[in-house]
């Protein structure tokens, strides 16, 4: 299965400034996910990132506030913006397919002050 | 309602006990199932996935599938302390379907 390397591990940000986060992978994959965690929670999808094209959000989620970049076929990028305490969640990505599974990186802990 | 319900414990059992857990869901056109474990402040380890009904086994992990009965389990024999962490259920219903997760269930295995 692939290896995913997540960036940064963790981090506290100020209320209104943006963090990226960033995963590679040791092979090329067609599709990327990225997930949320809110505390004491499960994982809510935010977005499918294929590269050459627009991600696809889900409901709930914007392109203004998770701007997400896939320049090529083994790294993502997923911005969040304009940053409040409501965002302090974990962020993963993830790779793979439901046939086989899917493996998630090692999460960003985001803390919002 | 939620599409997958999952008890959120926590489930508390002896080391060498068998830990039997499990997801029941609504959604008829679910047809893969995965189980994930995650410990605390790390992302999810994917430890079993399975095709429509039936048992799957890998060393002292078992999951099974009833699609009749909308219901999964993951059963984990002779469990360790090591075991103990947060054991998710996901599924989907195609091959790029969406993930959806259960609410996971916290363990404690006790020496």
């Known amino acids: 299965s692939a290896v995913i390397s997540q960036k940064p591990s963790r981090d506290i940000c100020q209320r209104g400034t943006s963090l990226t986060i960033q995963c590679q992978v040791d092979?090329?994959?067609?599709?990327m996910f990225w997930y949320r965690q809110q505390p004491g929670q499960s994982l809510t999808l935010i977005a499918t990132?294929?590269?050459?094209?627009?991600?696809?959000?889900e409901s709930g989620f914007v392109i203004d506030k998770f701007p997400i970049s896939r320049p090529n076929l083994t790294f993502s990028t997923l911005t969040v913006s304009n940053l409040s305490p409501e965002d302090s969640s974990i962020y993963l990505c993830?790779?793979?397919?439901?046939?086989?599974?899917?493996?998630f990186g090692s999460g960003t802990r985001l803390t919002v002050v | 309602q939620k599409e997958v319900e999952q008890d959120p414990g926590p489930l508390s059992v002896p080391e060498g006990a068998i830990v039997s857990l499990n997801c029941t869901y609504s959604?008829?056109?679910?047809?893969?199932f995965m189980w994930y474990r995650q410990y605390s402040r790390k992302g999810p380890e994917l430890l079993m996935y399975t095709y429509s009904s039936g048992n799957k086994e890998d060393g002292r992990f078992t999951a099974q599938v009833d699609k009749s009965s909308k219901y999964i389990s993951l059963f984990i024999r002779d469990s360790q302390p090591s075991d103990s962490a947060t054991y998710l259920c996901?599924?989907?219903?195609?091959?790029?379907?969406?993930?959806?997760f259960g609410a996971g269930t916290q363990v404690v295995v006790t020496p």
């Open positions: 092979s090329q994959v067609t599709m």
């Open positions: 993830s790779v793979g397919d439901s046939r086989h599974g899917y493996t």
């Open positions: 996901a599924m989907s219903p195609d091959s790029w379907g969406k993930l959806q």
């Open positions: 990132a294929n590269q050459g094209s627009e991600a696809t959000y």
């Open positions: 959604n008829s056109a679910f047809q893969y």
